[in-house]
């Protein structure tokens, strides 16, 4: 569409190659089975696609945002629970690179590079959703550390990860911590049945007088959300928005060709007015959402401040176009949309997952409007009125 010239193009190929010989082949599996396989995780730690954006010194590429966000798309295309490995992940080592210690970055950021750890954030509680800089689960000071005690739910990869970044509230601020899986008096239970991105792996996390190290503090106590958590989130709102862009064009994909081969009424489905109006608006919100994706990751790439509200902007839009896209995927396929014989009726339910993770599209709307506030703040005088 509009990446002729541009820079990673290429590697869009590559990525792209990489996702039908190894990722799209088990999508449906990984839905039905409700799980990702240990050997597709290590093929694309292999690949050096887990966190590519690292400087070369920890492990990555020092890759181009904007290639970083091709691979997003290239892999939600295929599938959303295995893009959401990148993001569960990425915050993590996105979270230590910002905000870790030297010894800290040292220490986890190769091995989360080369995927010999599996990461997770664990943000979200039974009773703490998106006021998560409020955590129930405390950490009380003690002689060697602290002492988590709580619970944590709804942890993508939970299942699996090696080390989890858990934000709890010490002395009435909220502090991130790095905790190991096999922390004594840490249990983990896998959570099954959920509507969307069912091969994510959930869990939830189970901290019963669980110690860790005072040098598991990740940056200073006080700034687990305003700082560590913000990090991490914005990091994967990014590759969310990204990954929808993928979802979209995956639908229109399946739509096209669909609505081309199938006739009804002694035509094509695609000769149909009606038709072609549901195709075009895929199309266009396809564009429009890469668009967004593309300045948020040009701003990312400059390291200009305006990159985290782009991002809140590109992942609001690119989800609810994923969604509308996957609605009328499976609307134009009928009974067979509604079926496991084409990927709509999943990609329907993974791009609902999309609008509620790493800020739910409600809570977007009210960063972005108040973005806009601060654009155009009250005393700047009422509009001018149009002369008669």
């Not at 190929?13 to 039908?20: D, K």
């Not at 070369?56 to 959401?84: F, H, I, P, Q």
């Not at 909220?174 to 091969?199: K, N, Q, Y």
Request: glycine content about 10%.
């Amino acid at each position: 569409m509009i990446e002729n010239g541009e820079p990673g193009v290429a590697r869009r190929e590559e990525f792209r190659s990489f996702v039908e010989a190894t990722i799209a082949p088990h999508a449906a599996r990984f839905d039905r089975e409700e799980k990702l396989d240990h050997d597709v995780i290590r093929k694309i730690a292999g690949a050096g696609y887990l966190t590519p954006w690292l400087p070369k010194k920890w492990g990555g590429e020092a890759m181009d945002m904007t290639v970083y966000g091709l691979l997003n798309e290239e892999v939600g295309y295929a599938c959303a629970a295995t893009r959401s490995l990148l993001t569960a992940h990425g915050m993590v080592a996105q979270a230590i690179h910002r905000c870790g210690s030297t010894s800290q970055r040292d220490r986890y950021l190769p091995l989360l590079s080369n995927g010999d750890r599996i990461a997770a954030f664990a943000l979200s509680e039974p009773a703490v959703g998106s006021d998560a800089a409020h955590p129930e689960l405390s950490a009380v000071p003690v002689t060697d550390g602290f002492r988590l005690q709580g619970t944590k739910t709804w942890i993508t990869l939970g299942q699996i990860a090696d080390l989890f970044l858990v934000l709890a509230q010490c002395e009435g601020e909220a502090t991130a911590f790095i905790v190991d899986r096999r922390s004594e008096g840490l249990s983990v239970t896998p959570i099954a049945g959920m509507l969307g991105a069912r091969g994510a792996m959930l869990a939830t996390l189970d901290f019963d007088g669980c110690v860790v190290a005072a040098d598991q503090v990740l940056a200073r106590p006080g700034s687990g959300f305003s700082l560590v958590a913000a990090t991490a989130l914005d990091h994967g709102r990014y590759g969310v928005a990204w990954s929808c862009v993928g979802m979209i064009r995956a639908c229109l994909d399946t739509a096209t060709r669909y609505t081309s081969e199938r006739s009804q009424f002694g035509a094509e489905l695609s000769q149909h007015q009606l038709v072609r109006r549901i195709i075009a608006d895929m199309l266009t919100g396809q564009h429009a959402a890469d668009l967004l994706c593309r300045r948020a990751g040009t701003l990312r790439e400059a390291g200009d401040p305006n990159a985290v509200m782009e991002t809140i902007i590109a992942k609001y839009f690119a989800s609810k176009a994923a969604m509308r896209a996957a609605v009328d995927a499976v609307q134009l396929l009928g009974a067979n949309g509604c079926s496991d014989r084409y990927p709509v009726a999943r990609i329907l339910r993974d791009a609902k997952v999309m609008e509620i993770i790493e800020g739910s599209s409600e809570i977007s709307q009210l960063s972005i409007a108040g973005h806009a506030y601060r654009q155009h703040p009250v005393g700047s005088g009422p509009p001018p009125a149009e002369s008669t």
